[in-house]
């Protein structure tokens, strides 16, 4: 019975697995520049998966947006539209800007607003919200520290990055050994973050994807070694590996940066907020699991260690999943 057990949390979570990446969690991004000679430039990024766009659209009051874009492209896992509104022209203050779709999704939209006396004006639509008014009153947006809240929400709904510590917490048992993985993973991610963000270094979305889905799965692989007391070199090189990993993980952490672009000004305090947010993110996931699991250890042992006898094949299933969507995408 015990057996059974184990496969049908294995297979549920494999199913669920198959259901995550019909959820796109990348921003949109949304940018409104009045230029010099009073027309309006507008530029709509949107996230996509191949030829496959998220369903939701930006909407002024003042319908500038309701006919077809003057230009159309594909960037890396995005499309781009873009809108010129010449003069004469209704004023951009006081338009109400709504994204239409929002709601049915999880997707946040970061949105710039750039005046033409050069103020600028940051908005980050969520789908609880999806509209605003452009005004610089009482309330003129997030600014940078909306970066903070991207790279909190990226990584809360980031489920391979999570597999991913939760399966090097479970591998690690040792509170000082854990300490000193995750510290590696974390200046690992930290630097390709960084490098990918400021476009230093480049490579394929999809391709970084099916590699950080493959070094989930070889986690999960260790795990069962571990279970099954054969070892593991995951086991006596935790450090080199997280750090080999960390690398891989900071492109995917760029590709939600890549997907709306760094702000004019301020690039660094974007990038440190970023990354910051993924971080509060981690340590959080990290210490609830770890106290989950210490409650648990003392309440109920043998379901304890039951469980993390599942989860490393659940772990598993996911990750194989992954690399399968991944790379035939």
Request: hydrophobic share 50%; aromatic share 10%.
């Amino acid at each position: 019975m015990r057996f059974y057990l184990q496969w049908a949390a294995v297979a549920w979570l494999a199913w669920y697995a198959a259901l995550l990446p019909a959820h796109e969690i990348r921003p949109a991004g949304l940018f409104i520049q009045e230029l010099s000679d009073g027309a309006v430039a507008v530029r709509w990024k949107l996230p996509a998966r191949g030829e496959y766009p998220l369903s939701i659209s930006p909407h002024l009051s003042s319908g500038w947006l309701e006919r077809e874009p003057d230009r159309r492209s594909n960037a890396a896992d995005a499309l781009v539209l873009e809108w010129r509104i010449s003069p004469p022209r209704a004023e951009l203050e006081g338009q109400r800007l709504t994204i239409t779709g929002l709601r049915e999704t999880i997707t946040d939209v970061f949105t710039e607003v750039v005046l033409r006396d050069g103020g600028k004006l940051t908005y980050l639509i969520k789908p609880e919200q999806p509209e605003a008014v452009i005004s610089r009153g009482a309330y003129a947006g997030l600014k940078v520290s909306g970066y903070f809240l991207l790279g909190l929400r990226h990584i809360a709904s980031g489920y391979d990055h999570l597999a991913y510590l939760l399966g090097l917490v479970l591998l690690l048992g040792n509170l000082s050994t854990l300490v000193k993985t995750i510290t590696a993973f974390t200046v690992a991610h930290s630097i390709t973050l960084v490098c990918a963000a400021l476009e230093l270094v480049s490579l394929r979305p999809a391709a970084v994807e099916a590699v950080i889905a493959l070094s989930i799965a070889y986690v999960a692989a260790e795990l069962v070694r571990k279970y099954r007391d054969q070892g593991g070199s995951l086991l006596y090189f935790p450090l080199q590996a997280a750090f080999a990993f960390g690398l891989l993980h900071g492109f995917g952490f760029a590709g939600a940066l890549q997907s709306i672009g760094l702000p004019g000004s301020n690039v660094a305090g974007a990038l440190l907020l970023f990354n910051l947010g993924i971080e509060a993110g981690q340590l959080a996931f990290i210490l609830g699991l770890l106290g989950l699991l210490s409650g648990l250890e003392r309440v109920a042992p043998l379901m304890q260690r039951q469980l993390c006898r599942i989860a490393s094949y659940a772990i598993g299933g996911m990750a194989s999943f992954w690399v399968l969507d991944r790379v035939f995408a």
